[in-house]
């Protein structure tokens, strides 16, 4: 057990790294860990993870970088449209989304592969949207796993009504009850929808986690052009806790995300939590970051990489060796290796699905241009077209 | 047993059976609770239903579809009131990129059977925003349904298929015809009732065909008695569904009489007649005695409500449209 060779208690403010104000953070930069945090409101968080999930976690982090890595490749290839990377956001998407539990549902961006992954379910499910094959096509209510939603901020209000549903149906007041997680970025965090889903979850308890991932970026926008105060502490304005977290820590995004989760299924509604943390990559592939950011900043948050830290850790600690890293290494690469075959071997769909599941009910006209559509194609058959 | 009541008790009645039906229904909205929505179309449905069924949400457009989103998802049947038409635009996003999308993006996996009610049109004198027809920008938005009811019987039929309907329906109601009354069966069974997404003739006829939906369908008729003391003996067609339109039925009167014209406050331009204009000159071309006619809104904002009689279509408007056709 690693827990009882960190037994330092530090109040909230973090390490040296801490932005103004502080932050929670159990795993410095350097890989020490501290047992437990205390914040201002005279909440403690820690983690009591066995050594076996510390390695998890670590496997984790370790898997999501790589398997988008690849995907960076296979766009660079031509193999994907789109890549919205997460490089850089391990921590706070393998945290938060390993503090779900079963029966809590989840409302992505369009970045979440690290959150989907510890869904358990499979990475390639997104990736008919970047390649162009789909718009996403998977059951939300399946994988408790909402689509990728790509208009900025919206998916904040489908959770908070999704959360309102679990309270109408009785599910929460327990150990046992249903919540709901939001992800956004800092730039949702202007959108009036973002700011509407506040209001309604606050004035319904809604049994919901708003999880902010402060990338520091909107694009190209830096978090100044967004706000004028930590993102954390708007929560105050509507009426429930904000709590901001070292994003790149792994076990703070854990603890913190965990304990608000349980907070809100005990019927204690809703808690922002802003995972401070930084955009490594582009925003998208289509995106060049060098035009308004500098290389030395960059340079400063790879000290603070997410997964150096825990490698760290667990090397100190001596909870894992080089055996055990190179394991991860060639598994990642092995699932990696796998995504890309898969990848590649999806096939284009037939273009009259194209006028699929437009209306349950469907529609006479739209029933229409599919004949035509499938009369029109028909016309060139054999004439070498 | 048939009761004459009002539209906008028949949409009351309706929502209320709805309500009775399905466990999932909730009608959610501003001042829709206690004070039954400021057109009293909800009234005593929270007394009656309480507060986690006929929901007063914040004074947010956005919030009020996007939380129907995931009420949705979850399972329930959400039923939105937009207090007035010029006031949807706040959640026009939420209608045209989510409510009309997630079935598509899904690839069928996840419905979101939500109704949208828009009190919508003008005549009755009221500041800016509270008069508009804003239907064309929904039916032009594949995914939604849309629809719009003339008369209490068809009030009280169509809220309760649009709420039973998987698919997401954008539901116009007719305010100034609120007070109109009609004979509504209240006991009449949904299953076997006139469909949802058909046109029904309001009055048959011979001589030309007159296209009109919601508010406009009083002054078709209106228009229609007025051109049979004339000896022109006009059809009206009550469209009910704007998406997807009941072409058939359409073009089967046009067909026969060989003179459309189509009536709507919504202006002109990009409007529904002019879609409707293109389908009947496409199928219809060698029945048509004159071009297809259009007599709508004008293209200008919404005017101040004095003068808002001269901007509506009227039935002298109708009717010199209707000689113009026949001067052709």
């Known amino acids: 057990m690693a827990k009882g060779k960190a037994a330092a208690t530090r109040p909230s403010g973090g390490g040296s790294d801490a932005p103004a104000g ?18 201002a409101d005279g909440t403690t968080y820690s983690v009591d993870f066995t050594d076996e999930e510390y390695r998890g976690l670590y496997r984790d982090l370790v898997t999501v970088r790589r398997l988008d890595a690849e995907a960076t490749a296979l766009q660079r290839q031509g193999e994907l449209g789109l890549w919205a990377s997460l490089l850089g956001q391990e921590a706070a998407q393998v945290g938060s989304g390993r503090a779900l539990r079963t029966q809590d549902m989840a409302f992505p961006t369009y970045r979440e592969h690290g959150v ?10 997104p990736f008919g949207l970047f390649r162009g094959v789909d718009q996403g096509g998977w059951d939300a209510n399946e994988h408790k796993f909402n689509s990728y939603t790509i208009v900025i901020g919206s998916q904040t209000l489908h959770a908070t009504g999704y959360a309102m549903g679990i309270t109408m149906d009785g599910k929460t007041g327990s150990a046992d009850g249903e919540a709901v997680i939001a992800y956004f970025g800092d730039g949702a965090t202007s959108q009036g929808e973002v700011n509407e889903s506040f209001v309604w979850a606050g004035v319904f308890n809604a049994p919901m986690v708003f999880f902010c991932q402060n990338n520091q970026y909107a694009i190209s926008e830096p978090l100044e052009r967004q706000t004028r105060i930590p993102l954390y502490r708007r929560a105050l304005g509507y009426g429930f806790p904000g709590i901001r977290i070292d994003g790149n820590d792994v076990l703070a995004s854990y603890a913190v995300t965990r304990a608000a ?44 990489d997410p997964i150096s830290r825990v490698r760290a850790f667990l ?63 028909a016309s060139f058959e054999g004439s070498g077209h | 047993m048939a009761e004459t009541i009002t539209l906008g008790k028949a949409l009351n009645h309706g929502l209320r059976r709805a309500l009775e039906n399905d466990p999932k229904v909730v009608v959610m909205g501003e001042d829709v609770g206690k004070l039954g929505g400021v057109f009293r179309i909800t009234d005593g449905l929270q007394k009656d239903f309480g507060e986690n069924r006929v929901i007063d949400t914040p004074l947010a457009e956005a919030g009020i579809v996007g939380t129907a989103v995931g009420l949705a998802i979850r399972g329930y049947r959400p039923v939105c009131e937009i207090q007035f038409d010029g006031f949807v635009f706040p959640a ?11 079935f598509y993006r899904s690839k069928g996996k996840v419905r979101v059977p939500i109704v949208i009610r828009i009190p919508f049109g003008g005549g009755i004198g009221a500041v800016e925003h509270h008069s508009e027809s804003p239907e064309a920008y929904f039916a032009h938005t594949p995914g939604l349904k849309v629809v719009t009811c003339s008369n209490p019987a068809d009030a009280y039929t169509m809220i309760q298929q649009a709420i039973a309907s998987d698919d997401p329906v954008v539901f116009f109601e007719p305010k100034r015809r609120y007070w109109e009354k009609g004979e509504v069966d209240l006991e009449a069974p949904l299953t076997g009732a006139y469909p949802l997404h058909s046109a029904r003739v309001a009055r048959p006829g011979t001589d030309a065909t007159i296209l009109a939906y919601g508010p406009m369908v009083r002054v078709a008729l209106d228009a229609a008695a007025a051109a049979a003391e004339d000896g022109r003996n006009l059809e009206v067609i009550d469209l009910r569904t704007l998406s997807p339109v009941d072409f058939p039925a359409i073009f089967e009167s046009v067909k026969r009489t060989g003179r459309a014209v189509v009536v709507h406050e919504a202006p002109g331009n990009l409007g529904m007649g002019a879609e409707l204009a293109a ?50």
């Open chain 1, 22 to 39: 502080g932050f929670v953070q159990l795993l410095t930069p350097d890989g020490d860990h501290v047992g437990s945090v205390t914040t």
């Open chain 1, 116 to 125: 989907l992954y510890c869904r358990g379910i499979d990475p390639i499910m």
């Open chain 1, 261 to 304: 989760l349980d907070n809100a299924r005990n019927g204690q509604g809703p808690t922002l939590i802003e995972a401070y943390t930084y955009r490594m990559g582009a925003h998208t592939s289509s995106d060049d970051p060098t035009r308004y950011r500098i290389a030395s900043e960059v340079e400063s948050w790879k000290a603070k």
């Open chain 1, 315 to 377: 090397t100190k600690q001596q909870l894992a060796d080089d055996d055990f890293f190179g394991e991860v290494d060639e598994s990642a690469r092995k699932l990696a290796l796998d995504l890309r075959e898969r990848v590649l071997a999806m096939p284009d769909p037939q273009p009259v699905t194209m006028f699929d599941h437009v209306y349950p009910n469907g529609s006479p006209e739209i029933d229409e241009q599919r004949a035509a559509f499938t009369e029109y194609h």
């Open chain 2, 92 to 102: 026009y996003n939420q209608i045209v990129a989510q409510v009309a999308k997630m």
């Open chain 2, 279 to 328: 389908k009947i000159t496409e199928e219809c071309f060698y029945s048509l005695e004159a071009p297809v006619l259009r007599v709508t809104g004008y293209d200008i904002p919404y005017p101040a409500a004095r003068s808002e009689e001269e901007y509506l279509p009227d039935l002298d408007r109708l009717l010199d449209a209707v000689d113009r056709s026949f001067g052709w």
